[in-house]
């Protein structure tokens, strides 16, 4: 897939309407669902409770010079959670500001992930069926499609998550020298 316009087909296909969306301003109601929908369930599937190697994000934070009541550091713009200061410091979230006592905190995030190309192919095929399921109701108003749609997406995220795992075991392997080597 090399465009959210594509993505979009995808998703229409499962649900098989028969329409091609060229263009997600066109004043379709499938454009007008899938130009609605496909942000809110990017973020949906980066919010999930698996933390995806590709979405995790680490930033030094800067002091809002700005905030007059205490120190204020700056959210990066394309955060959708925080997962943890690198330094293990505490920390609490108001509004566009973090708070805590490290001098200089280093967050660990998701980030919101916009380019389709940064996205593995097995996460592009889950968000289709995540799209197809939202649109499924307004689009084919058809509960047992949009059941369908469910199911699919939930397998389809498994195998995902499964591949997306692997890419927290890749370790670079320790030098083994055996014993019979040893012997020689």
């Not at 002091?63 to 690198?86: C, K, N």
């Not at 980030?111 to 996205?119: F, G, N, Y």
Request: proline share 6%; with cysteine.
């Amino acid at each position: 897939m090399r465009s959210i316009v594509d993505l979009c087909n995808l998703a229409l296909s499962h649900l098989a309407q028969g329409y091609v969306v060229n263009d997600l301003n066109e004043r379709t109601p499938q454009a007008n669902l899938c130009n609605t929908y496909y942000p809110v369930c990017r973020q949906e599937l980066l919010d999930d409770e698996h933390q995806w190697t590709f979405a995790v994000g680490r930033m030094p934070l800067n002091i809002d010079a700005g905030y007059t009541s205490g120190v204020a550091f700056v959210l990066p713009s394309d955060m959708i959670r925080p997962f943890q200061l690198e330094s293990g410091s505490r920390f609490y979230i108001q509004g566009d500001h973090l708070f805590t006592d490290d001098p200089a905190p280093v967050l660990r995030y998701v980030r919101d992930v916009k380019d389709l190309a940064q996205l593995p192919p097995k996460f592009k095929i889950a968000l289709s069926y995540l799209l197809a399921w939202r649109i499924a109701g307004p689009l084919a108003q058809d509960a047992q499609k949009q059941t369908s749609m469910m199911q699919m997406f939930a397998l389809e995220k498994a195998e995902a998550v499964r591949i997306d795992l692997q890419q927290h075991r890749i370790e670079s392997r320790p030098d083994f020298v055996g014993s019979m080597i040893e012997a020689r």
